[in-house]
Protein backbone atom coordinates (compact mmCIF):
# COMPACT_ATOMS: atom_id res chain seq x y z
CA UNK A 1 0.00 0.00 0.00
CA UNK A 2 1.12 3.58 -0.40
CA UNK A 3 2.40 5.17 2.56
CA UNK A 4 2.92 8.82 0.90
CA UNK A 5 -0.09 10.76 -0.67
CA UNK A 6 0.85 13.46 -2.88
CA UNK A 7 -1.21 16.64 -3.70
CA UNK A 8 -2.46 18.05 -6.14
CA UNK A 9 -2.22 15.25 -8.50
CA UNK A 10 -0.91 17.47 -11.60
CA UNK A 11 0.00 21.45 -10.93
CA UNK A 12 0.15 23.55 -14.05
CA UNK A 13 2.28 26.85 -13.62
CA UNK A 14 3.43 29.78 -15.57
CA UNK A 15 7.95 29.78 -15.61
CA UNK A 16 9.01 32.57 -12.44
CA UNK A 17 5.82 31.26 -10.48
CA UNK A 18 6.50 28.62 -7.50
CA UNK A 19 5.25 25.30 -7.28
CA UNK A 20 4.07 23.72 -3.97
CA UNK A 21 3.27 19.63 -3.67
CA UNK A 22 1.96 18.00 -0.62
CA UNK A 23 2.01 14.80 0.67
CA UNK A 24 0.67 13.31 3.48
CA UNK A 25 1.66 9.93 5.18
CA UNK A 26 0.72 7.51 7.80
CA UNK A 27 3.13 5.79 9.90
CA UNK A 28 6.36 7.38 12.18
CA UNK A 29 8.81 7.76 10.24
CA UNK A 30 12.79 8.02 10.29
CA UNK A 31 12.87 10.31 7.04
CA UNK A 32 11.26 11.50 4.49
CA UNK A 33 12.87 12.12 0.76
CA UNK A 34 11.46 13.65 -2.36
CA UNK A 35 12.61 12.88 -5.97
CA UNK A 36 12.01 13.89 -9.14
CA UNK A 37 11.40 12.16 -12.50
CA UNK A 38 10.94 12.69 -15.95
CA UNK A 39 9.26 11.21 -18.42
CA UNK A 40 10.24 7.43 -18.68
CA UNK A 41 13.71 8.32 -17.03
CA UNK A 42 14.74 6.83 -13.43
CA UNK A 43 14.31 9.03 -10.12
CA UNK A 44 16.61 11.53 -9.42
CA UNK A 45 16.94 12.25 -5.98
CA UNK A 46 16.33 15.88 -4.21
CA UNK A 47 15.95 16.11 -0.24
CA UNK A 48 15.83 14.10 2.64
CA UNK A 49 14.43 15.73 6.03
CA UNK A 50 14.74 13.56 9.06
CA UNK A 51 12.27 13.16 11.29
CA UNK A 52 13.60 15.95 14.24
CA UNK A 53 13.69 18.69 11.44
CA UNK A 54 11.37 21.00 10.22
CA UNK A 55 12.84 22.64 6.94
CA UNK A 56 15.43 22.41 4.86
CA UNK A 57 16.64 24.37 1.77
CA UNK A 58 18.43 23.46 -0.91
CA UNK A 59 19.23 25.74 -3.75
CA UNK A 60 15.35 26.34 -5.48
CA UNK A 61 13.60 23.81 -3.05
CA UNK A 62 12.27 24.30 0.44
CA UNK A 63 11.11 21.13 2.12
CA UNK A 64 9.08 21.47 5.31
CA UNK A 65 8.33 18.42 7.90
CA UNK A 66 5.06 18.74 10.27
CA UNK A 67 5.54 14.90 11.89
CA UNK A 68 2.58 16.08 14.18
CA UNK A 69 0.39 16.45 10.93
CA UNK A 70 2.10 13.37 9.36
CA UNK A 71 2.99 15.68 6.74
CA UNK A 72 5.56 17.41 4.22
CA UNK A 73 5.25 19.89 1.86
CA UNK A 74 8.13 20.47 -1.14
CA UNK A 75 8.14 24.49 -2.38
CA UNK A 76 9.95 25.58 -5.66
CA UNK A 77 10.68 28.58 -6.23
CA UNK A 78 11.24 31.10 -9.23
CA UNK A 79 10.02 27.95 -11.51
CA UNK A 80 12.13 27.27 -15.21
CA UNK A 81 10.39 25.49 -17.86
CA UNK A 82 12.91 22.80 -16.63
CA UNK A 83 11.52 21.85 -13.69
CA UNK A 84 8.76 20.06 -15.75
CA UNK A 85 8.96 16.62 -14.27
CA UNK A 86 6.77 14.24 -11.97
CA UNK A 87 7.93 14.31 -7.89
CA UNK A 88 7.71 12.06 -5.69
CA UNK A 89 7.67 11.77 -2.28
CA UNK A 90 9.11 8.97 0.01
CA UNK A 91 9.26 7.83 3.66
CA UNK A 92 11.49 6.24 5.47
CA UNK A 93 9.14 4.43 7.97
CA UNK A 94 10.91 3.25 11.37
CA UNK A 95 11.45 -0.24 11.50
CA UNK A 96 13.33 -2.33 8.94
CA UNK A 97 11.19 -1.52 6.07
CA UNK A 98 11.69 -0.27 2.49
CA UNK A 99 11.52 3.11 1.39
CA UNK A 100 7.54 3.77 0.28
CA UNK A 101 6.48 5.88 -2.75
CA UNK A 102 3.85 8.09 -3.39
CA UNK A 103 1.94 8.45 -6.73
CA UNK A 104 3.40 11.60 -7.69
CA UNK A 105 2.67 15.35 -8.93
CA UNK A 106 3.07 15.90 -12.29
CA UNK A 107 3.95 19.46 -12.77
CA UNK A 108 4.24 21.25 -15.45
CA UNK A 109 5.78 25.19 -15.66
CA UNK A 110 4.87 26.71 -19.59
CA UNK A 111 6.97 28.88 -20.58
CA UNK B 1 31.49 7.40 -10.84
CA UNK B 2 29.26 5.30 -13.36
CA UNK B 3 25.72 5.78 -11.77
CA UNK B 4 23.34 2.83 -11.66
CA UNK B 5 22.70 0.87 -15.27
CA UNK B 6 19.99 -1.48 -15.84
CA UNK B 7 19.88 -3.42 -19.20
CA UNK B 8 17.64 -3.92 -21.22
CA UNK B 9 16.58 -0.27 -22.04
CA UNK B 10 13.19 -2.05 -23.39
CA UNK B 11 11.97 -4.89 -23.82
CA UNK B 12 9.07 -6.73 -25.35
CA UNK B 13 7.85 -10.05 -24.66
CA UNK B 14 4.50 -12.25 -25.45
CA UNK B 15 2.70 -13.35 -22.37
CA UNK B 16 3.39 -16.64 -20.94
CA UNK B 17 6.89 -15.97 -21.63
CA UNK B 18 10.04 -15.34 -19.14
CA UNK B 19 11.80 -12.22 -18.64
CA UNK B 20 15.67 -11.49 -17.21
CA UNK B 21 16.51 -8.16 -15.98
CA UNK B 22 19.93 -6.68 -15.26
CA UNK B 23 21.09 -3.91 -12.94
CA UNK B 24 24.38 -2.91 -11.99
CA UNK B 25 24.56 -0.49 -8.88
CA UNK B 26 26.96 1.80 -7.86
CA UNK B 27 30.78 0.93 -7.11
CA UNK B 28 30.58 0.33 -3.59
CA UNK B 29 26.78 0.13 -2.57
CA UNK B 30 25.95 -3.43 -1.48
CA UNK B 31 21.84 -2.66 -1.44
CA UNK B 32 19.93 -2.83 -4.51
CA UNK B 33 16.34 -2.51 -4.73
CA UNK B 34 13.87 -3.43 -7.51
CA UNK B 35 10.77 -1.24 -7.79
CA UNK B 36 7.62 -1.68 -10.48
CA UNK B 37 5.95 1.65 -11.90
CA UNK B 38 2.73 1.93 -14.10
CA UNK B 39 0.93 4.46 -14.22
CA UNK B 40 -2.39 3.42 -12.34
CA UNK B 41 -0.02 2.13 -9.21
CA UNK B 42 2.59 4.44 -9.20
CA UNK B 43 5.78 2.92 -7.82
CA UNK B 44 5.29 -0.20 -5.93
CA UNK B 45 8.27 -1.68 -4.23
CA UNK B 46 9.21 -5.66 -5.40
CA UNK B 47 12.13 -6.47 -3.13
CA UNK B 48 15.67 -5.38 -1.82
CA UNK B 49 18.96 -7.37 -1.75
CA UNK B 50 21.68 -6.59 0.68
CA UNK B 51 24.75 -8.61 0.29
CA UNK B 52 23.37 -11.39 -1.80
CA UNK B 53 20.46 -11.84 0.60
CA UNK B 54 17.14 -10.87 0.19
CA UNK B 55 16.28 -8.28 2.94
CA UNK B 56 12.77 -7.07 2.24
CA UNK B 57 10.01 -8.37 -0.14
CA UNK B 58 7.28 -6.48 -1.67
CA UNK B 59 3.20 -7.93 -2.02
CA UNK B 60 4.36 -9.37 -5.52
CA UNK B 61 3.54 -13.18 -6.57
CA UNK B 62 6.28 -15.92 -6.57
CA UNK B 63 6.57 -15.02 -10.83
CA UNK B 64 8.53 -12.22 -9.48
CA UNK B 65 12.17 -13.19 -8.28
CA UNK B 66 15.32 -11.52 -7.81
CA UNK B 67 18.98 -12.54 -6.84
CA UNK B 68 21.97 -10.31 -6.01
CA UNK B 69 25.83 -11.44 -6.98
CA UNK B 70 29.24 -11.21 -4.72
CA UNK B 71 29.36 -8.13 -7.27
CA UNK B 72 26.66 -6.64 -5.71
CA UNK B 73 24.94 -6.87 -9.43
CA UNK B 74 21.20 -7.82 -9.34
CA UNK B 75 18.91 -9.38 -11.61
CA UNK B 76 15.17 -10.28 -11.53
CA UNK B 77 13.32 -12.58 -13.28
CA UNK B 78 9.44 -12.49 -14.25
CA UNK B 79 8.14 -15.88 -15.09
CA UNK B 80 4.77 -16.70 -17.16
CA UNK B 81 4.69 -13.32 -18.14
CA UNK B 82 1.26 -11.32 -17.74
CA UNK B 83 0.09 -8.72 -19.84
CA UNK B 84 -0.57 -6.69 -16.35
CA UNK B 85 3.39 -6.94 -16.05
CA UNK B 86 3.73 -4.09 -18.45
CA UNK B 87 5.59 -1.68 -16.45
CA UNK B 88 8.85 0.36 -15.91
CA UNK B 89 11.14 -1.77 -13.80
CA UNK B 90 13.46 0.39 -11.73
CA UNK B 91 16.36 -0.76 -9.63
CA UNK B 92 17.76 1.63 -7.36
CA UNK B 93 21.27 1.10 -5.03
CA UNK B 94 22.57 2.30 -1.86
CA UNK B 95 25.40 1.77 0.97
CA UNK B 96 23.41 0.24 3.63
CA UNK B 97 19.81 -0.28 2.25
CA UNK B 98 16.86 -0.21 4.49
CA UNK B 99 17.36 1.48 7.76
CA UNK B 100 20.49 3.36 6.71
CA UNK B 101 18.25 6.80 6.89
CA UNK B 102 19.92 7.36 2.94
CA UNK B 103 18.91 7.92 -0.48
CA UNK B 104 18.82 5.47 -3.52
CA UNK B 105 20.38 6.13 -6.70
CA UNK B 106 18.01 5.14 -9.45
CA UNK B 107 18.90 3.31 -12.92
CA UNK B 108 17.01 4.53 -15.75
CA UNK B 109 14.98 1.68 -15.75
CA UNK B 110 13.66 -1.14 -17.77
CA UNK B 111 10.89 -0.17 -19.95
CA UNK B 112 8.51 -4.03 -20.84
CA UNK B 113 5.87 -4.63 -22.77
CA UNK B 114 4.15 -7.73 -22.50
CA UNK B 115 1.83 -8.28 -25.62
Known amino acids: SQQGEEDPQALSIQEGENATMNCSYKTSINNLQWYRQNSGRGLVHLILIRSNEREKHSGRLRVTLDTSKKSSSLLITASRAADTASYFCATDAIGNTPLVFGKGTRLSVIA | KAGVTQTPRYLIKTRGQQVTLSCSPI?????VSWYQQTPGQGLQFLFEYFSETQRNKGNFPGRFSGRQFSNSRSEMNVSTLELGDSALYLCASSLFGTGGNEKLFFGSGTQLSVL
Open chain 2, 27 to 31: SGHRS
